[in-house]
């Protein structure tokens, strides 16, 4: 039984999946997939010795080893010559997941799906897929447990443009901005406080960062904006 976020984040892959889930901890996404469909397969890829093997353990105990090969090292390093098709990282900070894409490159020439779930700034992962022909296909933010968690779905070379206005989008997602659910007026609300918080302790230091308070003040009329 996977949490609605994962549950969320494997909806976005197809059948026969053939996909890597980078940051893999406990491999409970990968399991969950793969003992629901014999056809799939995956890579779950960590950096860490803990979750590396925690992961190992996981696929041992429900024998999916056939189906799930457990590889340590750090971001898309453990994709040698496998021709995954899918891509998941999900439960780290946007600027991680774009580093590892960045450093991975290489690593994506099969790749036709990227599905991530930034923990925050999932603006620089929008940034990232439309720098380089992901286009951001699905968004969705849900609440769980007390936190608003987004997912967000590119694909390559999909032949749509979801932004109308980058300046606005990129920060909010175009999707999430047009449908506006609960979790996204709850997030937004607190982002415009955590802004306003941060600017009145800025405003006491003794070498004021005048650049990065009105990068914040901006961002709080388009939040405001956003949320009417
Ligand atoms: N993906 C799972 C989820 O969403 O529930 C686990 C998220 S967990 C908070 C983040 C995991 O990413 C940790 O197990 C950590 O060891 C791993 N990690 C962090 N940086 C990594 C990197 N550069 N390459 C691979 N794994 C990494």
Redesign the pocket.
């Known amino acids: 039984e996977l ?1 609605k ?2 549950a969320i ?1 494997a909806s976005y892959l197809p059948k026969k999946a053939f996909f890597a ?5 406990h491999a ?2 990968p399991v969950v997939v793969c003992s629901q469909d014999h056809a799939a397969k995956a890579i779950a ?4 010795e803990g ?1 590396f093997q925690s992961a190992k353990k996981q696929v041992e105990k429900q024998s999916l080893e056939e189906q799930i090969e457990v590889i340590k ?3 898309l390093s453990v994709i040698t010559n496998q021709p995954i098709k899918q891509l ?5 900070g946007g600027g ?1 997941i774009r ?2 894409l960045d450093n991975g490159k290489d690593k994506l020439t099969t790749v036709d799906r990227i599905i991530v ?1 930034p923990n925050v700034d999932a603006e620089l992962v929008r940034i990232w897929f439309d720098q380089h022909d992901y286009v951001l296909t699905a968004e969705e933010i849900i609440k769980e447990d007390g936190h608003i968690y987004e997912i967000l779905v590119a694909d390559r070379q999909a032949s749509s443009n979801p932004y109308q206005d980058k300046n606005k989008e990129y920060l909010f997602g175009p999707f999430l901005i047009r449908e506006k659910n609960a979790a996204f007026i709850e997030k937004w609300e607190s982002e415009q406080k955590k802004r306003e918080r941060i600017i009145a302790q800025m405003q006491q230091a003794v070498d004021l960062d005048q650049e990065k308070i009105d990068r914040l003040k901006k961002e709080i009329v388009q939040i405001e904006e956003v949320l009417g």
């Open positions: 949490s976020r994962l984040v889930d980078i940051g893999s901890d409970y996404l890829g960590e950096i860490n979750p090292g750090d971001g998941i990282i999900a439960g780290m991680l580093t590892i779930q």
